[in-house]
């Protein structure tokens, strides 16, 4: 399947110039976030797909191109740089957040919580006998119900 982003407008959200290896990586890492959108949300064509499915698309990409070795923290002379949020097992991989996770699956309609399922009455016997009559288990004669035939309800 295609990508929901193309690598010209993952450029234009980095603030550095791709060299041929990270324009690898960075399309192939489109590719596999797309996928996981995918499979978070809907199996969206690019064409028919929600903005914001791009938008975190492009969020996820760029978030592992400048940590794409999964680093939880660096040191550098006096200077230490932590990424507190990356510490997870899917750190040095193209990933979504929890929020960007739960934003895919409603913007695809598979939201959480309670949901009413229709039901329908089922009974053994296969035919009525009319309104206001309960079957009776073993084959006895119906039980009625009501009172008033014409208006059981």
């Known amino acids: 399947m295609s990508t929901f982003a193309t690598l010209d407008e993952l450029r234009d959200r980095l603030d550095w110039t791709l060299d041929p290896d990270e324009e690898r ?27 914001l499915v791009k938008t975190v698309v492009l969020k996820a990409v760029v ?5 794409p070795d999964g680093y939880v923290s660096s040191r550098a002379g006096d200077e230490t740089l932590t990424w507190s949020d990356r510490g997870d ?6 990933s979504f957040t ?3 996770i739960a934003l895919l699956r409603e913007l695809a309609g598979k939201r959480a919580g309670l949901t ?18 309960v079957p009776v288990d073993g084959g006895g004669t119906v039980f009625p119900l009501f009172s008033h035939e014409d208006d059981p309800w």
């Open 63 to 67: 978030r592992y191109l400048r940590n």
């Open 98 to 100: 929890r929020d960007e």
């Open 89 to 94: 097992p899917n750190a040095g991989a193209v």
């Open 116 to 133: 009413s399922a229709p039901i329908t009455a089922w009974s053994q016997r296969p035919h009525r006998h009319g309104p206001g009559y």
């Open 25 to 51: 990586l960075a399309a192939s890492a489109l590719e596999d976030a797309s996928d996981e959108a995918r499979m978070h949300g809907r199996d969206w064509t690019t064409e028919h797909a929600p903005r």
